[in-house]
T-cell receptor, first 112, second 119 residues
């Protein structure tokens, strides 16, 4: 089955700086990679996703990059703000497979 | 709100109790999931139901018993739980369509979860 590794497990960033979270996956057939943000006491919410036919996707301050050859993808948050503080999860899925395999999460803390 | 509702939000139960968690989605989805979230194993998949049929049981102990009476409702029946079962239980749903059941909308929507404490 798929195995997703996520690094780092914790990350502290000064407000205004950039944050990068990295994930690797094992199943080369995986072709959809979402990122979820979970604030304290709240549900995970999809913030950005990317399909394997695209190398990069951007939505305002958030971007995701995908390297299919190396089987890794990354979340980039620029101009970080205090409200970016949360736990971020990456995931990988093979279309036709019924489940997403999640990474172990990264606790991001933005220091004012 | 994402259209996935879970009740109760919080539950405290003893090891001999029997309780049920409920999940309801109003998104027209036909695949529903139970995830367990704890400090040790974030977002651990428990069960998957597609078109009301269970397609995945991720080696979950029998003290957890899922039920999916229709595509909109999902239950998790709990009995004789252990303290290590204390966790946040998250329901999620997604849309599958087509003869090959390929996802036309891959996005997974989560409920707010039930925070379970087993004493």
């Amino acid at each position: 089955g798929e195995n997703v590794e996520q690094h780092p497990s914790t990350l502290s960033v000064q407000e205004g700086d950039s944050a990068v979270i990295k994930c690797t996956y094992s199943d080369s057939a995986s072709n959809y990679f979402p990122w979820y943000k979970q604030e304290l006491g709240k549900r995970p919410q999809l913030i950005i996703d990317i399909r394997s036919n695209v190398g990069e996707k951007k939505d305002q301050r958030i971007a995701v990059t995908l390297n299919k050859t190396a089987k890794h993808f990354s979340l980039h948050i620029t101009e970080t703000q205090p409200e970016d503080s949360a736990v971020y999860f990456c995931a990988a899925i093979n279309f036709g497979n019924e489940k997403l395999t999640f990474g172990t999460g990264t606790r991001l803390t933005i220091i004012p | 709100e994402t259209g996935v509702t879970q009740t109760p939000r919080h539950l405290v139960m003893g090891m001999t109790n029997k309780k049920s968690l409920k999940c309801e989605q109003h998104l027209g989805h036909n695949a529903m999931y139970w995830y367990k979230q704890s400090a040790k194993k974030p977002l651990e998949l428990m069960f998957v139901y597609n078109f009301k049929e269970q397609t995945e049981n991720n080696s979950v102990p029998s003290r957890f018993s899922p039920e999916c009476p229709n595509s909109s409702h999902l239950f998790l029946h709990l009995h004789t739980l252990q303290p290590e079962d204390s966790a946040l239980y998250l329901c999620a749903s997604r849309s599958l369509e087509g003869a090959w059941r390929l996802p036309t909308n891959e996005k997974l929507f989560f409920g707010s979860g039930t925070q379970l404490s087993v004493l």
